[in-house]
Every structure is written in C-alpha cells, then in structure tokens.
C-alpha cells in the first residue's frame, strides 16, 4: 500500500523558516518523481516544486522560486521542502503527490494527507 505522510509544518512568523518532509512507503521511492502541491485556505490547488527520481532535476512555481528547495534523499524514502523567506501568502496545507514516471510529468497517483503551514505575525 502506497503511503505518504507529511511532517514538518507549523506557525512561522513572515520571514521565518520551516522544513517539511514527506515519508514514503509502499513503492520504489527511486524510481519516481514527486512534487508539493498546497491549497490556500478557500483556493485551489497550486503545484510548488517538483523534483526527479534522482534529485538532479528540480522545478519551482514563480512565486516560490529562490525561496523554497525541493530535495530528496533516496536511501531514506524521504523528499522534503525547505521554506525560507516566507510570506502571509505561503499560508496553505501542502501536499506530497507522487507521480507516474521517474521524470517529472505532473500525473499524480498518490497524495499525502498534508501538513498546514501558516504564516502570520
């Protein structure tokens, strides 16, 4: 049974910092890629970073770019998203998804149950 459960988020001050982390199981966690996704409160969702099965490509929304890192690590099961610099409008529940191929194709199978990040002052 495919599992992803995300970890990590929580009240941050604008400007602050967070890590979250999403923990794999039941798949090749290698072998696909992944991506977060967040949903603002009373929006829709908005994908954020993606990453490949082997961590050597990565992609960003505009509005998270320079500010967030997606990395992985493979012998772990584990991806994670480093929050820096954050803003009242990174206020949202964020998503683990996995994706159908080792390359990024934004076809998600799988979704985490997610972990709310709020930023505010």
């Known amino acids: 049974e495919v599992q992803l459960v995300e970890s990590g988020g929580g009240l941050v001050q604008p400007g602050g910092s967070l890590r979250l982390s999403c923990a794999a199981s039941?798949?090749?966690?290698?072998?696909?890629?992944m991506s977060w996704v967040r949903q603002a409160p009373g929006k829709g969702l908005e994908w954020v970073s993606a990453?490949?099965?082997?961590?050597?490509?990565?992609y960003y929304a505009d509005s998270v770019k320079g500010r967030f890192t997606i990395s992985r690590d493979n012998a772990k099961n584990t991806l994670y998203l480093q929050l820096n610099s954050l803003k009242t409008e990174d206020t949202a529940m964020y998503y683990c998804a996995k994706d159908e191929m080792g390359w990024v194709v934004y076809e998600y199978n799988y979704w985490g149950q997610g972990t709310q990040v709020t930023v505010s002052s």
């Open positions: 039941g798949f090749t966690f290698s072998s696909y890629a």
């Open positions: 990453i490949n099965s082997g961590g050597g490509s990565t």
